[in-house]
């Protein structure tokens, strides 16, 4: 644990400030009334599920977007129009999970982009460059080669150069998003030790984080938004962890005790799927795990814990470093889309515009595209073959389109992502490896999906969810947690969604 005993907020100045901020797409209400206030010196979590809004927030306080109402207020002054982003910079600054330095150029010259100085001439004086990206660094307690490109830096230095270039454009408020993600447990507590050295001087932060546990090491308050409403906050010294969990689930009120009655497979029932010692590059260790033939099983966990890449491994999209996967006793080979189908693997992937939909396609084409060798012969397709299945699966999954020949891309969310189920399940698959299947659509059409889901399961297809919404994952009979790559915990129903939760968040 670092010592945060030098550090004193009580009656330090207002460095940010929103008030009653509020926030509308379309007919969804991203941010609702959410206020906030961190002052110099301050280290402020940020906490939320995904979809809570922190997104939004952090959009607003950054001037990326306007707020519809509410108001912000940057270093005791209201904040700057939406169209003047230099001004945005000065009062406030985002250090995001992906980089933005410029990989090709120095650190110096990061540092210092658009804002070289340059001799009478007006060419770059680059040994003055040099010496004041020095002492930028060393002013604030940073150690970094100024000389070494950024494209060859350690995660926690690009962090930290990012920092250093906001601090040297005045800036005293910064909002650090998930900056653990991709580091370890020693290069994360060279960060905090810089974090709070830096709150020592006056600089406030805004720390977005999954890992409950950080927070409680490196921030002084926490505030909590559900459903992009503030639901806690307040000194992290009057909020335990369990507080701070039951805010985030809330009272989700639903009725799981009749999905998971029917959810859980017989014991007698074989293994389906065989997962063993996988690995993959770091971002995988050694996850081993089994579903049988009838049962659903869910695989949660924090973005970037390694469960996106378990769905691309089985459905042949990645290769892995180690490991080995069997699907009805059948080796799986890896990296062979084909070779999963061949051996009974259904796949939904996450992103269903990017990677689901052929937006150019009818919908009769976009729900028969895995069974196309079937519907014809010398690599020819018979419209009549088509159509017949099509309908068949159109009609069993209750799709709303008004022909086949319609394009998918004018299917409402719902119906688009029942096709690419339809899809998945026209082939008949021993296995369904669905990745948040229900993202995106609304409630009528969940209810929809899980009833086909359950069809295809109680007809003895091994499901496998990967989802970390809670909604998703009560039709599961049990649940695995990844955390930072490894399997940490496995669930059986019934769960308490705290508990689930904690587990996902590290707790």
């Not at 180690?322 to 084909?338: D, H, K, T, W, Y």
Request: charge should be neutral; include cysteine; glycine fraction near 10%.
């Amino acid at each position: 644990m670092l010592d945060r005993s030098a550090i004193h907020i009580d009656s330090a100045p207002t460095v940010a400030e929103a008030i009653d901020l509020s926030k509308r797409f379309g007919a969804s209400q991203a941010i609702r009334d959410v206020s906030l206030t961190i002052s110099a010196g301050e280290s402020r979590a940020l906490v939320g599920r995904n979809g809570a809004g922190k997104s939004t927030l952090v959009a607003m306080l950054t001037g990326m977007i306007a707020p519809d109402s509410g108001r912000i207020r940057l270093a005791g002054q209201d904040a700057p129009g939406i169209n003047d982003p230099q001004k945005w910079r000065d009062r406030v600054a985002c250090v995001y999970q992906r980089s933005t330095l410029i990989p090709d150029l120095t650190v110096a010259e990061n540092l210092f982009l658009n804002s070289h100085p340059t001799r009478t001439s007006g060419w770059i004086n680059w040994s003055r460059l040099r010496r004041e990206a020095k002492r930028v660094l060393e002013e604030w307690g940073l150690e970094v080669d100024v000389n070494e490109e950024a494209g060859t830096l350690s995660v926690e230095n690009r962090h930290v150069v990012e920092i250093a270039r906001a601090l040297r454009q005045g800036t005293r408020f910064i909002i650090l998003d998930e900056p653990t993600a991709e580091l370890e447990g020693r290069e994360a507590s060279r960060l905090f030790a810089r974090i709070m050295h830096l709150q020592k001087s006056g600089v406030a932060f805004l720390y977005i984080s999954h890992y409950l546990e950080e927070i409680y090491e490196i921030c002084d308050s926490a505030t909590v938004l559900r459903d992009g409403e503030v639901v806690a906050s307040g000194p992290l010294a009057e909020m335990p962890k369990e507080r701070i969990v039951s805010a985030m689930v809330g009272d989700i009120g639903r009725s799981k005790s009749d999905w998971r009655s029917s959810a859980a497979a017989s014991t007698s029932s074989p293994p389906c799927l065989e997962v063993r010692n996988l690995s993959f590059h770091g971002l995988l260790q050694n996850v081993s795990f089994t579903v049988s033939a009838g049962e659903c099983v869910g695989l949660a966990g924090l973005l970037g814990s390694g469960k996106e890449v378990v769905g691309d491994v089985i459905a042949g999209l990645v290769r892995p470093s180690a490991g080995e996967i069997l699907v009805g006793g059948c080796r799986l080979p890896f990296g062979q889309v084909s070779a999963a189908q061949s051996l009974g693997i259904g796949y939904v992937p996450r992103d269903r515009r990017a990677r689901g939909l052929l937006p150019q396609l009818s919908v009769a084409e976009n729900i028969t595209v895995t069974i196309a060798k079937k519907l014809g012969f010398a690599g020819l397709i018979l419209p009549r073959e088509r159509d017949r299945h099509a309908t068949e699966l159109v009609q069993s999954l209750e799709i709303v389109a008004s022909s086949l020949e319609q394009p998918i891309s004018q299917l409402s969310g719902g119906n688009q992502q029942k096709t690419v189920l339809g899809r998945a399940l026209a082939a008949a698959p021993k296995l369904l490896v669905l990745a948040h299947p229900t993202q995106g659509v609304d409630i009528a059409s969940k209810e929809a999906l899980f009833g086909i889901i359950d069809k295809a399961r109680t007809g003895g297809t091994a499901v496998l969810i990967v989802s970390d919404d809670l909604d998703e994952l009560i039709v599961c009979s049990r649940v695995l947690v990844l955390f930072k790559g490894k399997l940490r915990t496995e669930l059986g129903a019934p769960w308490e969604d705290e508990t689930l939760v904690a587990a996902i968040e590290g707790v």
